[in-house]
């Protein structure tokens, strides 16, 4: 290694250390070719070292860290051989161990003959810019890491909007290397357009220095995108973020608000808070709700469901929708609500949990349909189903409902109720008198009267026509007390109903049958309770009428046997088990004239059975009108018979007719048809018709009587005098003969009163033209008797006994023949 002379080492301070001290660095001298080396003292305090304890120039190097030395060494070798300087950075280690950063610098001094006399340099410390460079490049890797790993995309403009970095995001969202993309404006790189909303909000943030945010479309990636800009001195840094899939989301969100905006349904939605009070709280209503509802959304959010309930929302419907939410389980229902203003309407809900990104139970979702108009139809359906649309009483259906239910009630099975049957007495009168308006008008306020008689839990029903039903349940566990107050109860009803009436403009006074049976759970059915309360009440108007009467056994009895008479009868008729018998009727000289046919039975068990045992039968269950058609018919045929015989050609027929039969529409018809299909002459036919036909309607009695006597039928009243015959209408009537009833004839001869009433229909009969005949004729002094006061034609067992037309022919055989054209009846 050369030698380098050293500096002088008491160099005399002066302007070399104010330059050393301003820059910071210590200077050294190499003299030659001593290779004696010296330093300032400021060097040799930056190596930690003093003046004197500058090392001999073969150990020179050491100053420097190893990694510098062969450098250093190479400069040096340089500068010596043909003094080329040097400026090198590098490391030296202080006497303490330190290391520093230097830059280290020399030249060569030549004399004139241009001989390298000398090395002369300073050593600089670089430590502390070293370690801020350092620190810098740390912090920018650290940057530029950062940015690497950011997952928006990052980017960074000039103030002309300008690219100078973009991380890997960047590239992936731009779909471009950052080698094309740097140097392009933002909005080039977007859109390509100078004048769209990135290049406006780019230059307008420049120009105010405000951090920006915004979403815009962007045409070369084709999405949406979100940046959000941030001014700093050399431009401005940017975010950007993909958005399209929150855009849609959002715009989805926006059409679903929307759509549930505008639904006709009401949408609320609550928090799945505790179900007890006051309930989960509302956080969201359609318009729908105030619509439907009349509370604002500012009214109804905060608040619970329960600001709709009132009054009538049925409890039992609340509790089941309140264990549904308490399990989490969808629920159905239908309840009554209210509006703000108080009105009442019907909701149809169903209500769903929701669990909001699997975070369990977060909310509650109610879609409810206002119902209200289809609730009206139901109940309109099912009032024209179960009540009667002129009163607007129960019908028969709710009425079998409410007894199957007071049947059924296990809580109490002792407790005793009572069913009464009400039918309103001569309510056809009315009817047919004042027409079908009027007697509509009597049911109504009798409905009403009804109703005012009974407790708001007893039922009032019609069954039909003027048919009501009174149910009194629950009247104690004692019968008897029960049937006390079912009794007070039916004597206000009859109180009631028997006060007069105004329908429109008529004064009516009316009264009703009432029958009663006991109910209690222990032994009827529904239709044993009918049937016995019904029993009960035509027992009443048997009793005649305005009164009460309560079921007992014997009743029902009763009601089996004529029910079991009616299968009988009706099974008869068809089987041809009906025979007539006929009784002579004779006239005033003894001789035959003619005869009654009297219907018998052939039972085909208990043998031949007589009218009184099935006539009144008949007439209850209208069987009277078939049977009696076969009578006249049979008869018709009879006499058709007998025109046939010089011996009875003469002969007439007398047919007994019911009420009921007369009253039938067809009646007059049925005789004539008879009449003309038998090819007889109809004054051979004498219809014997009961007094008691002339109790009522008189005008469509006289009207039939007469169509009948201008046929040529003859006309007889039978059982005259027992009945409810008026004189003022006697006259009236297109009669030709009279029958005195047997219970006169019986007792002529010795009741006074009797005899006074045979003679005094006697008279009656010849004041008005018309014939008389007495039957029940049993001894020749009774015949006698009544041929004194001018009767003449006898029917009685003085003559003959009913007989079966074969033997009645035998008995006519010994009859001698009456006079030519005589008949006397």
Partial sequence: MPVIPALPQNLPPGPLVVLERATGAGA??????????????????MLEMTPEQAPPWTNALDVYAPESRACMAAALQRCLADGTAFDEEVQVITARGQRLWMRSLGEALRDDSGAIVQLSGVL?????????????????????????????????????????YINRESERLLRAPGTALLGQTLWDALDGN???????????????????EFEVFCAIPDRWLELRAYPFAEGVAVYLRDVSDKRQSQEQLLLLQTCIAHLNDIVMITEAGP????????????????????YSPAEALGQTPRMLQGQRTQRAELDRIRQALEQARPVRAELINYKKNGEQFWLELDIVPVDYFSRGLTHWVAVARDITERKAAEE???????????????????LMDSLRTALSHTGNPDRTGALMFIDLDNFKVLNDTRGHATGDLLLQKVATRLNSCVRLRDTVGRLGGDEFV???????????????????????????????????????????????TLITQHQKSVGDLLKQADLAMYQAKAAGRNTICFFDPGMQALATANAALTYELRQGLRNQEFVLHYQPQVGPKGFMVGAEALVRWQHPLRGLVFPDSFIPQAEESGLIMPLGKWVLETACAQLARWAACPLTEKFSIAVNVSVRQFRHPEFVEQVMAAIATAGISAHRLKLELTESLLANDMDVTIAKMGTLKDAGVTLSIDDFGIGYSALSYLKHLPLDQLKIDRAFVKDVLSDPNDAAIARTIIGLAQSLGLGVMAEGVETEAQRDFLARHGCHCFQGYLFCKPLPIDELEVFMQGMAKPPEGASGC
């Fill in 380 to 398: 309109e359906i099912e009032h024209l189903a179960f009540y009667d649309t002129l009163t607007q009483l129960p019908n028969r259906q709710l």
């Fill in 275 to 294: 179900v007890d009070a006051p309930g989960p709280r509302i956080v969201f209503v359609n318009d729908a709700f105030e619509r439907q509802t009349g």
């Fill in 28 to 45: 050294w001298m190499l003299a030659l070719p001593s290779h004696q080396l010296t330093w300032t003292a400021h060097l040799a305090a």
């Fill in 124 to 164: 600089k410390d670089l430590t502390a810019r070293k370690r801020a460079e350092q620190e810098s490049q740390s912090l920018t890797m650290r940057l530029a890491t950062t940015l690497a790993s950011i997952t928006d995309a990052f980017a960074t403009l000039d103030r002309e909007g300008r690219l100078t």
């Fill in 194 to 212: 100078d004048t769209g909303r990135v290049h406006q909000e780019i230059l307008e943030m420049l120009g105010s220095g405000a951090s920006r």
């Fill in 470 to 516: 009174v149910l009194l349940e629950d009247l104690g566990d004692d019968p008897p007390l029960a049937r006390k107050k079912a009794e007070v109860v039916a004597q206000k009803i009859l109180a009631t109903l028997s006060e007069p009436c105004d329908l429109s403009g008529l004064d009516y006074d009316g009264t009703c049958s009432i029958g009663i």
